[in-house]
């Protein structure tokens, strides 16, 4: 299994080009977060790839910070952010881990397609919650690789194994709330968009 950041540089490229598989469910996931964000707000994204649902949301908020830990990523991002005209946005190449922010300095946190591809993720959620100011909002979207088939878990670990797929989490649905609600978080909204994959808008409180 490779680096996740080498994985990822890799992959950029065809990762970029590749059309949105759902793009209903992606315009719902869209819709949803807009319900919980203001014109004052400050959104951290992480895993933010290509860039475009930042870019998207953008004009509707104060300021975002974009991050990936791919370079080849944000260099994308933020040729489309330039050619969006987009003005009150910066990103920076870096994990949640490498990055340091002011704890409470956001009012959303936007963790889309990359909580399954973290080896820590009860430590991503923690540190999600203090970088939230109080009554923020956590919107996750996450493959839930254990409820997925065996046949599809065992072709993942072949994958990993020959360096053709990045290093995964496996977790339920129920164990990724119970995450969320021993870190303290409530759950605000709860799609399961999929049998593999959820989408969740979590508060803390």
Known sequence: MK????????????????????????????????????????????????????????????????????????????????????????????????????????????GLNVLHLLEDVDGAIAKVYRLLKNDGVFVSSTSLIAEINLFFRWLISGMQFLGLAPYVSRFTKRQLISKLLESGFTIEREWQTSHESVFIVARKS
Not at 37 to 48: A, Y
Not at 63 to 69: L, R, Y
């Open 3 to 110: 680096d996740s950041k080498k994985f990822w540089d890799k992959s950029a490229e065809k990762y970029i080009k590749s059309p949105i598989k759902d793009e209903a469910t992606y315009q719902q996931k869209l819709a949803i977060t807009q319900e919980f964000l203001r014109p004052d707000c400050k959104v951290l994204e992480f895993g933010c790839g290509s860039g475009a649902t930042a870019i998207f949301h953008a004009p509707y908020v104060e300021h975002i910070v974009a991050t990936d830990i791919s370079d080849k990523m944000i260099e994308a991002a933020q040729r489309k952010a330039i050619e969006a005209g987009v003005k009150n946005m910066v990103f920076q190449q870096g994990t949640l881990d490498s990055l340091t922010f002011q704890n409470e300095s956001f009012d959303a946190v936007l």
